[in-house]
């Protein structure tokens, strides 16, 4: 067995063309990375991250190789939610910057060769939003109100909600208003947060004024859009009972879909995105967040609707061989039918970090958190496995999303004073749910000095507590370690595309048990239950996730390994290499 230089140089990028990424059908195979702006890089000391702050750490991407990079929402907002709930669609909240300092960023993204995604929040606003607030002051059955969802209670006194719908964030789904006479009155729909009145998109003056949000960024030059909640902008008419729970990957029950999630009528709405972005110079794509199975997101992504969508379904299967292989399978096969790209991700602002959430054995609640007095992950374990599920992943055909920090390997943070918790779920559960902040934490760029390198002040606060340990996670620690989970994402990125991995096939070369799969004349590997065994042009994929080593094939020249390997493919590791003359970069 030979083995590859593991640390190659960073790739080579061609100023104002995204790498990698030379013509339209750049989002089928492009590396996009995930910023959470207010985590990622803080530009002027506050403690908080900001677009300045982000064009300052662009130089990282580069070096990193990857494509695009999606912002999460930088607009104004009250931070209830994060900023998933926004007071205004088309500006910049001032803890962010302004909207020149966004032009600046967009500017030199492009310089480097990274396109720009954007959030698109369009189920919900703020409900400190001009609109929201007109509706408040407005009466009962005004156009005002028309734009949301206000309804009439149940009940005598219309003292119970419209319907049985409980919020995402716990609780009810609805919140009853006071008039302007001072009585109770009408009830709003909120699927999140009550600082989060869902829009009504039955109405065209909200289709009208998303529209105008559109042309907003698409003048700005942005690539394109990542729609959150996309399958929840509809709802079923009359707004039934829906008397089941909604969490997680949301499938039909005896055949009916819930009446808030994935309903006809948000392909209509999807398909008048596309032709407006089909209407501007290069490809600007949309990328649908919906918690749907396979089979139901590949519907929003046909050849007319959206480019791309999350493929959940993968992020929440836990690490164990026949459910990965089989969400592969399925994945592919769902995407193929459309004519779409399969996109993957194991990470992201809302769920456990999978450097933690695979130090579990088993399956966990993405979403719920972890605190100092709960069953703690092992790390190391976490760790190990975690690199290993991001080689397998980046050796699938497709595109793929990373999270910010994923690179680092970092953690969650499971050890957060709960007198810091901002997520609303903390509230809302009566402090049962811990929710997201543990993934969101601000990020190490130095080893040393105030908050490891993430402002520029001489202060160590910051906008939630950073653990003690964060330094050694941090971006100068990792650089140029051979071995660092930094370099192992620099070298896996570029191997991706030399190789070509992204536009190839994947072959299974082994099932289960090292029965070959049907139609394939490969030798498989005497391999057992735990380990997934596929071929990506050249490129041959081992994944371990067995207790025991696997021998490699004789010949075996490996191009990237997650952990040491000699001649076998050590436990909760995964190998890319090829043999003989199919060693051949695309």
């Avoid at 958190?369 to 992950?377: K, S």
Wanted: charged share 25%; net charge negative; glycine share 10%.
């Amino acid at each position: 067995m030979t083995t590859a230089d593991s640390t190659p140089a960073a790739a080579a990028v061609q100023p104002g063309v995204p790498s990698g990424a030379a013509d339209d059908d750049w989002w089928r195979t492009a590396v996009i990375y995930q910023i959470y702006p207010r985590s990622f890089a803080d530009g002027d000391g506050d403690g908080t991250g900001d677009l300045p702050g982000i064009t300052g750490r662009l130089d990282h991407l580069a070096d990193l190789g990857v494509d695009a990079l999606w912002l999460s929402p930088f607009y104004p907002s009250p931070q209830r939610d994060g900023g998933y709930d926004v007071a205004d669609y088309r500006a910049v909240d001032p803890r962010y910057g302004t909207l020149a300092d966004f032009d600046e960023l967009l500017a030199r993204a492009h310089e480097v060769g990274i396109r720009v995604i954007v959030d698109l929040v369009p189920n919900h606003c703020s409900s400190e939003h001009a609109a929201f607030r007109a509706a408040l002051a407005a009466a009962p059955g005004s156009d005002e109100r028309a734009l949301f969802h206000f309804r009439d209670g149940r009940g005598p006194d219309g003292s119970l909600p419209p319907n049985d719908w409980t919020s995402m964030f716990e609780g009810p789904a609805w919140t009853r208003v006071t008039e302007a006479d001072g009585r109770p009155g009408q009830w709003y729909l909120h699927l999140f947060d009550p600082s989060q009145p869902d829009w009504n998109w039955d109405n065209p003056a909200v289709r009208e004024d998303f529209e105008q949000t559109l042309r907003f960024w698409l003048d700005r030059e942005v690539d394109g859009f990542r729609v959150d909640v996309c399958d929840a902008l509809v709802k079923a008419p009359g707004l039934p009972d829906w008397p089941r729970p909604t969490h997680g990957v949301i499938e039909p029950v005896d055949g009916v879909m819930p009446p808030m999630w994935d309903q006809e009528g948000i392909h209509e709405i999807f398909r008048s995105w596309r032709r407006l972005l089909d209407t501007y110079d290069g490809r600007r794509i949309l990328c649908a967040e919906a918690w749907l199975p396979p089979e139901r997101a590949a519907r929003i992504i046909r050849a007319d609707e959206m480019h791309q969508a999350f493929n959940f379904r993968f992020l929440e299967t836990p690490w164990q061989a026949a459910p990965l292989r089989n969400v592969i399978a399925e994945s592919l096969a769902a995407n193929d039918a459309v004519g779409a790209p399969t996109t993957w991700v194991l990470s992201n602002h809302d769920v456990m970090r999978h450097a933690s959430r695979f130090g579990y054995d088993g399956q966990v609640e993405l979403e719920h958190g972890v605190g100092a007095d709960d069953p703690q992950p092992d790390r190391p374990l976490g760790l190990r496995r975690a690199r290993a599920a991001t080689a397998l992943m980046l050796a699938l055909p497709g595109s793929a999303y990373l999270y910010q920090g994923e690179e680092l390997g970092l953690p969650e943070a499971t050890a957060l004073p709960d007198t810091a918790r901002q997520d609303p779920v903390w509230e809302r559960s009566g402090h049962r749910i811990r929710g997201r902040d543990g993934c969101r934490v601000p990020l190490p760029w130095t080893e040393e000095g105030p908050a490891f390198g993430f402002g520029t002040g001489s202060g160590s606060d910051t906008w939630l507590p950073q653990p003690p340990d964060y330094g050694s996670y941090a971006v100068d620690a990792q650089w140029g370690r051979p071995g660092s989970t930094l370099e192992l994402y620099r070298t896996l990125l570029d191997l991706r595309r030399r190789y070509r991995l992204g536009e190839g096939t994947l072959k299974w070369v082994t099932s289960p048990a090292g029965v070959p799969h049907p139609g394939n004349d490969d030798v498989p590997l005497p391999a057992g239950d735990d380990v997934l065994h596929l071929a990506n042009g050249s490129v041959e994929v081992v994944a371990n996730l067995g207790a025991r080593p696997v021998p490699l094939p004789p010949g075996a020249r490996v191009l990237a390994a997650s952990a040491p390997v000699t001649t076998d493919v050590p436990a909760d590791a995964t190998v890319w290499f090829t043999t003989g003359e199919a060693d051949t970069a695309r």
